[in-house]
């Protein structure tokens, strides 16, 4: 009896330990991107993150990220291009509604810096990808912010193009409650 007692408060103190899996705030959370089209800066965003985030900076080892984004969500303010970026020819949301960023962090170079080790999945297109990001704590969870630059080739989202540019530049901003 005085063993799984033992157990017992054991196990309590590693799960009391533990850092609480978070999920992001849909309203809060906003995936932007940037893309050259004629030589002029062309964005919008993608909403609808979702996923789970464990997240411990004095255990970076058992942290995580699993998110997901929905590409039916796409807003460039003009419905028409909306449109064209969801259908086959790009992003094909039909077929692929998601977006899907899944790894684990490593610890940067400075405090609150970090780097996600991830696997970046587009149009069922997986690629291994490093993203740098910060973190800032409060009361009542995490804000991750990143900065980083995909080729949209890489994933088969548009074709060759003498006028859209193959780099994307995207921009996450995540509250996790």
Request: glycine share 8%.
């Amino acid at each position: 009896m005085k063993r799984i007692l033992v157990f017992i408060i054991m196990l309590n103190g590693l799960v009391a330990g533990a850092q609480p899996k978070r999920s992001p705030s849909e309203r809060e959370s906003k995936v932007h991107f940037v893309i050259k089209n004629f030589g002029i800066n062309t964005g919008g965003h993608l909403k609808g993150v979702k996923g789970d985030i464990v997240f411990d900076k004095d255990n970076i080892a058992a942290s995580y990220m699993d998110v997901q984004v929905d590409v039916r969500s796409i807003d460039t303010d003009n419905k028409r291009r909306d449109a064209h970026l969801v259908s086959d020819e790009y992003f094909d949301a039909g077929k692929y509604p998601y977006i899907h960023i899944a790894g684990k962090p490593v610890a940067g170079q400075v405090a609150n810096e970090y780097i996600l080790k991830a696997k970046l999945t587009i149009k069922n297109i997986t690629r291994q990808v490093d993203i740098p990001f910060m973190v800032t704590q409060d009361a009542t969870g995490f804000l991750f912010t990143s900065v980083f630059e995909i080729n949209r080739r890489d994933y088969n989202v548009g074709g060759n193009s003498a006028v859209l540019s193959d780099n994307v530049k995207v921009s996450l901003k995540i509250f996790a409650r």
